[in-house]
């Protein structure tokens, strides 16, 4: 089976006929990196070419750009660049660049040979309502916007919509994406940073705006939070998302009793990282607990957001062995 | 006294409208009534509620933030007549993220629920090294040390700190306070440090409790 045929197999719950995909849905932490080439990785080696080398099943991500060459940015980390409706009015000229994807979608012309030969998945990352208005006022401005400038919030949500949804158009010209997330980053170690309501109010209309095209177009939509999202699955699945990503152990998800409580729904992740900074028979113990999750489909176990930088190389090169061990017996079990 | 005031204000707060807020206050001091009791029974009682359903997930982080805004709102009227009137904080802390984190909401907020708790917080803000953790609390005479961490890197930044406050031989009047992400109740045992908490809202409760049992102890 090819790269691709094994993630929208898992993806529609079809059991791949070898195993499991075997990825690192995200991208590499830079620390991690640099501590694995003083031991021994190859410095040459590009950075799309980390998995393979590693193991790892290839997929290729697109994060479409959101914000133009020239725009502000932000005085310090996590700072804003707009605070209020007139703000948000002087940086509109920088925001939703209408050929900012271009080379993106240059490229995906020319992988699309490959991708329809089954070589890798393809899948793009969009800013979600939450991040995406985050990054405009700022970390902590944000947390109050949802009360100091609603209005001006919905007005941000309408206009990123209709950007992505133009964007999105041109990306279906070319191909369809295996799959989809959102970046959101909304939920943490105690649950979700806001309230059912203030969910309902801002962020459910513009998923009803831009989920259902994605849909309908058969790319399967995930939404990529952080933390303990369990008490969000029920919002998420009114506002048609299909799946979330990366299942946080540390902040408490319970992967085999949200597959219980949600036995259509996907999940990508879940695998402890913090056992990887243990030993072997930690991850083994983690696998084990995945394990009859990955029988149900609809689940790819991957690393619950990026392999710590105290990770050595070598014990990497353990988990990856097990993954696929694990990988294999979940289809021929 | 004017409870129906009070509460009044307790309400406004809890529902962030600063600006009532600080004029219930303001009429509050008008009316005659001690700032004690306006910061206590109107100001610190909201923001308990509050404090109390963030722990609970009944309101989230945007809601206590808009509700610590009322009550700095309203603090700052009754701020000289404390002074004045000689009222003391609770206790003092000083409050940082670790050296290498850049991740602040969670200390944030644990700052606000401190205040929300009548103690007086230093906050050392991001990136704080281990040696102004303790400096500072030596410098400031202040009670507690609070840590966050959100990184399995930086976590370890925690021990550091423990330990420069033993060198520093303030290890029996300071109490060492951290939390964040990646820390627990084992890891706060391990490294040696006195109280860990998971949110918010209990931190400040053990903060206070911590400044009461040091108090007593003299
Ligand atoms: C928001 C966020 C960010 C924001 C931070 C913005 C900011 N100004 O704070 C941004 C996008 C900048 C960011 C950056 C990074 N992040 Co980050 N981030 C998060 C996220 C999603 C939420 C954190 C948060 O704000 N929570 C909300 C607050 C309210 O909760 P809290 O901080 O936990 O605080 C509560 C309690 O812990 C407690 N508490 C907190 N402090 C204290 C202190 C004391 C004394 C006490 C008693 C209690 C206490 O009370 C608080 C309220 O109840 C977490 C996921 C998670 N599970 O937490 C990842 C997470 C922490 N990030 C992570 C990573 C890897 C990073 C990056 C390294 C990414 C990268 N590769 O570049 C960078 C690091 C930058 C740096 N040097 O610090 C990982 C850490 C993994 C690990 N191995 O440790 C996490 C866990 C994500 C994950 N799924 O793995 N991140």
Redesign the pocket.
Known sequence: MTNRERVQAVLSFEKPDDRLPMIEWASW?DKTIRAWQEQGLSRELPWHEIAPTLGLDQHIQYWLPHRGPGCPGPKF??GPIMEDEESYEAILPFLYPEHGPDGQLEDMRRRKAEHDAGAYPIWFSLDGGFWFPRTLFG?EGHLYSFYDYPELYHRILDDLADYQLRQMERIYEILTPDFMTFGE?MS???GP?LSEACFDEFLLPYYKKVVPFIREHGTKVIVDT??DVTKMIPWLRRAGIEGVL?L?RQ?GVDLPALREAYPDFLFIGAFD?MTMRRDAEAMRGEFERLLPVMKTGGFIPSV???T?PDVPLERYRVYVAMLEEYASRAVRE | MNTELLNEISENLQRGKAKVVKELVQKAVDEGIEPDAILKEGLLSGMNVIGEKFKTNEVY?PEVLVAARAMNMGVGVLKPLLAEAGVKAEGKVCIGTVQ????????N??KLMFEGKGLEVVDLGTDVSPDTFVQTAIEQNCQII???A????TMGVMEEVVKKAEEAGIRDKVKI??????VDEAYCKKIGAD??????AS?ADAAVELCRSLKAAG
Request: charge should be negative; glycine fraction near 12%; include cysteine.
């Open positions: 932490w980390n996590g970390i980053d943490y170690n105690n940073m952080d933390g990366p946080e902040a990282k619950d957001h990026q710590p | 982080v290498g984190d850049l991740h602040d909401i969670g200390k907020l644990v609070a840590c966050s959100l990184l399995t890197t306070m951290i939390g964040g992400a990646p109280v860990y908490t998971p949110d918010a931190a």
